[in-house]
């Protein structure tokens, strides 16, 4: 398990906390210059911040007790931006030198792990982008550390090839035992690799929690930003009939049970993918639920998934989005300008304060 | 031909090279790496015998040496010897001289080390006297060597200092460069012209030899 709080003002204010469990992977995700690399250098040892608790196995930073491990004493593997090979090194060298007891054939079982058999004694110039970065992740692994870092590992190769890394990625990692943090700015890569998620923006972490329950149920408006939600409008809690409602322009919309007063305006999300279609020539299951008609107002396709914008009908100016597969599209004819009708499924709307 | 002063010069840029490569090293790794205040005068001040006429540093470096100063008073007591107008006070004073060909090089190498590669050192256990040795000395290497050769030329050719504080005594302190200016003025230009000659061919060797070193390192 590693925990980690951080704080500090300068040179770029902190306010951190984080937990991830051995074996799991926690995604930090924030915009640019939000501070995440900087959390992972705290946790590296490479900065030394104000104030804190950063445990591992042991205590290796602990601003009460004035103490603070040195990088080469906190056994972590790093994998840098740029990968950081020692380039006047091959391969085999460079992992090598990692090794508290090195030795050879470790080195050909950790390449083997990476799927870079057989290129031992070439150079790192001699290698392509997605080699870079194995060998990095060999190297980091190299050390038997207690956690693995890795800073934005995917960003220095082209989209093919890391589609490919990802892949192996997520194979490794079941065979990886520590607490592992990718640091990255692309949710889609930390909705696929990761099982937790921590959004930072300003260098304050806002929400730790699940992938699923970040980017479906963010607890601010700021997170649902900064974790690109779609559909994010405003409402107000009614009661009608004893049973509190969301009054959402002209419609009136079921919600789960709620502590949030009647009367008060808040703003609520629904994701994208989370919206159910009426099929046209037969019912289809949850249709009674927050039933909406609405017209199609344009529809972009992207690797089998369309994204159907919509507005919906009265006078409600606002366009809401629905993610469905591309043969739902085809097999129901969906069109620009068409009426469709949908369902917002009460247990997928989120309600955030205002 | 002057065999002795050609001994004399040679002599004193091997000494004055090889030291020059521990002093060097330290001055040029403590103002990559270091962060202290005065690091832009301690920079300026190794640079400043590249753009004083030899003449000035020789002056002072005279004055400092005088047998009443502190510097000379201590090697008095210690060698029992004048510093000025002796083989090691030419030494010292080109150590002085050729300091900024040995430590600009070196610090422009250690400057392009990209600092992950520190770090990255550092995380994969390293300590810092192993990453020097392991990662930043190799690829520092290119520089490392040209400041050597650098000074070891530059120390060859100089003449202003030498005459400031060396003066002109045979197998002590005449270098080639003094005994080529005494036969031009003592209308000798064939022994001249040799001399120049060897200084010639000993500078496009040397400078030959930076190039294909690190024209060749470049490559790996």
Redesign the interface.
């Known amino acids: 398990m590693l925990d980690v709080t951080i704080k500090q003002q300068q040179p770029i204010p902190l306010e951190v906390q984080l937990q991830c469990a051995a074996g799991e992977m926690l995604a930090l995700v924030g915009p640019s210059g939000s501070g995440k690399t900087t959390v992972l250098r705290c946790i590296?040892?490479?900065h030394k911040p104000h104030q804190g608790l950063i445990r591992s196995q042991t205590t290796w930073f602990d601003s009460n007790h004035e103490l603070n491990y040195?990088?080469?004493q906190r056994?972590?593997?790093?994998v840098?931006?740029?990968y950081?090979?020692?380039?006047?090194l091959t391969v085999m060298q460079n992992i090598l030198?990692?090794m508290?007891k090195p030795q050879e054939h470790a080195v050909k079982a950790l390449l083997e792990q990476v799927h870079l058999s057989g290129l031992e004694s070439r150079?790192p110039?001699q290698l392509s982008g997605g080699q870079q970065q194995r060998v990095a992740l060999a190297?980091?692994l190299?050390?038997d550390p207690e956690v693995l870092l890795l800073d934005e590992p995917f960003s220095a190769v082209d989209k093919v090839t890391r589609r490919k890394l990802y892949l192996e990625l997520h194979a490794l990692r079941r065979q990886l035992s520590m607490p592992i943090i990718l640091v990255t700015h692309d949710l889609d890569e930390a909705a696929m690799l990761a099982d937790q998620m921590c959004v930072i923006h300003q260098g304050k972490t806002l929400q730790q929690g699940t992938v699923e329950d970040v980017l479906n149920r963010p607890q601010s408006l700021n997170v649902a930003r900064l974790t690109d939600a779609r559909n994010v409008f405003e409402g107000q809690i009614v009661q009608v009939e004893g049973q509190k409602k969301l009054q959402w322009c002209e419609q009136l919309l079921e919600i789960a049970d709620t502590d949030f007063a009647v009367g008060s305006n808040v703003y609520w999300i629904i994701a994208p993918s989370k919206i159910l279609l009426h099929q046209r020539r037969r019912p289809s299951r949850g249709e009674q639920e927050n039933p909406v008609q609405a017209i199609i107002d344009d529809m972009i396709t992207l690797r089998g998934i369309t994204t159907v914008l919509m507005k919906v009908t009265g006078h409600n100016p606002l366009l809401i989005q629905m993610d469905i597969p591309e043969h739902v599209v085809e097999r129901n004819q969906l069109q620009r300008g068409e009426h469709i009708g949908l369902s917002l499924l009460q247990s997928a709307i989120h309600l955030i304060e205002q | 031909m002057d065999w002795q002063a050609l001994e004399v010069s040679l002599k004193l840029a091997l000494v004055t090279s090889l030291s020059l490569l521990p002093i060097g090293l330290i001055l040029a790794y403590s103002l990559a790496r270091g962060k202290f205040r005065g690091k832009y005068l301690a920079e300026a001040l190794i640079t400043l015998p590249l753009v004083l006429p030899p003449t000035v540093l020789g002056y002072f470096l005279l004055v400092g040496m005088d047998s009443n100063s502190a510097a000379g008073k201590l090697f008095y007591s210690i060698t029992g010897d004048n510093l000025a107008f002796s083989f090691s006070g030419l030494w010292f004073a080109s150590i002085i001289y050729s300091l900024p060909f040995a430590v600009q090089p070196m610090l422009r190498a250690l400057e392009n080390i990209a600092p992950e590669l520190r770090e990255a050192a550092w995380c994969s256990g390293l300590s810092r006297w192993k990453t020097f040795i392991k990662i930043e000395l190799p690829l520092a290497w290119s520089g490392i060597l040209t400041g050597l050769i650098l000074s070891f030329c530059h120390t060859l050719g100089e003449f202003g200092v030498v005459l400031m504080i060396g003066g002109n005594i045979a197998g002590e302190t005449r270098t080639l460069s003094i005994a080529i200016y005494d036969s031009v003025l003592a209308f000798d230009q064939q022994q001249a012209m040799q001399m120049s000659l060897i200084l010639l061919a000993i500078a496009v060797i040397t400078v030959t030899a930076i190039y294909r070193f690190n024209h060749r390192l470049l490559r790996v």
Do not use: D, I, K
Request: hydrophobic share 45%; no cysteine; glycine share 8%.
């Open positions: 590296a040892g490479l040195s990088p080469q056994r972590v593997g790093m840098f931006q740029n950081a090979l020692f380039p006047h030198l990692a508290q150079y110039s190297r980091a190299a050390r």
